[in-house]
């Protein structure tokens, strides 16, 4: 079991940026991903972007251009910057760990992010 930790969220209006932070219990080396998966009021969660231990991102088509995740493996914290917010990235949004393919199995808190028009 690891623990995540989710921080970096608030009230930004719209085109601004902000950064999430997710700090993991344990190395992030031991997930085969991490990732950010978001939910907004009524609607289901959906997957944001992941990083392999490898090193290779993914991102989901409406973040393409404007949301980077990043890692830093000395401080088991892996990052999303989001840059050219939009009002429908209002959503909570939680870090995840994967050990195996299409296995998210351990979930942060999540942190609420806010876009104001």
């Known amino acids: 079991q690891v623990q995540l930790v989710e921080s970096g969220g608030g009230l930004v209006q719209a085109g601004g940026s902000l950064r999430l932070s997710c700090t993991a219990s344990r190395s992030i080396f031991n997930f085969y991903r991490m990732g950010w998966h978001r939910q907004a009021p009524g609607k289901e969660r959906e997957s944001v972007a992941f990083?392999?231990?490898?090193?290779?991102?993914n991102y989901a088509e409406p973040m393409k251009g404007r949301f980077t995740i990043s890692r830093d493996t000395a401080k088991n914290t892996v990052y999303l910057q989001m840059n050219s917010l939009k009002v429908e990235d209002t959503a909570v949004y939680y870090c995840?760990?994967?050990?195996?393919?299409?296995?998210?199995?351990?979930w942060g808190q999540g942190t609420q992010v806010t876009v104001s028009s």
């Open positions: 990083i392999t231990t490898g090193g290779r991102t």
């Open positions: 995840a760990a994967s050990r195996a393919p299409n296995i998210w199995d351990s």
